[in-house]
């Protein structure tokens, strides 16, 4: 089994920034990609970034521009860095691990709030 860990999250100002982290607790599981998600207060979980195991990224339309997804495999983390925040980015943020046939892995999220 792995663990998916994710830190960083907090309370920002409109405008601010953070950056998320998520470290996988086994160096030798590989994903084929990962990804951040969020789900805000009464709305559906909702696919923010991805990132392949070759370093290809896809983002959500309302987020490009202002989100990097990054990875380190040396230190079996992906990072996202979120600038110019909006009250509406305001959700708790899962990590997302998928293997193949179907395989997938999450974490136990992290809260992100913007104020205005």
């Known amino acids: 089994q792995v663990q998916l860990v994710e830190s960083g999250g907090g309370l920002v100002q409109a405008g601010g920034s953070l950056r998320l982290s998520c470290v996988s607790s086994?160096?030798?599981?590989?994903?084929?990609?990962m990804g951040w998600y969020r789900q805000a207060p009464g709305k559906q979980r909702e696919l923010v970034a991805s990132?392949?195991?070759?370093?290809?990224?896809n983002y959500q339309d309302a987020v490009k521009g202002r989100f990097t997804m990054t990875r380190d495999n040396a230190k079996n983390t992906v990072y996202l860095q979120m600038n110019s925040l909006k009250p509406e980015d305001t959700a708790v943020y899962y990590c997302?691990?998928?293997?193949?046939?179907?395989?997938?892995?999450w974490g136990q999220g992290t809260q992100v709030t913007v104020s205005s």
């Open positions: 997302n691990g998928r293997r193949s046939f179907g395989i997938q892995y």
């Open positions: 086994r160096s030798d599981f590989t994903f084929n990609s």
């Open positions: 990132i392949t195991r070759d370093g290809n990224t």
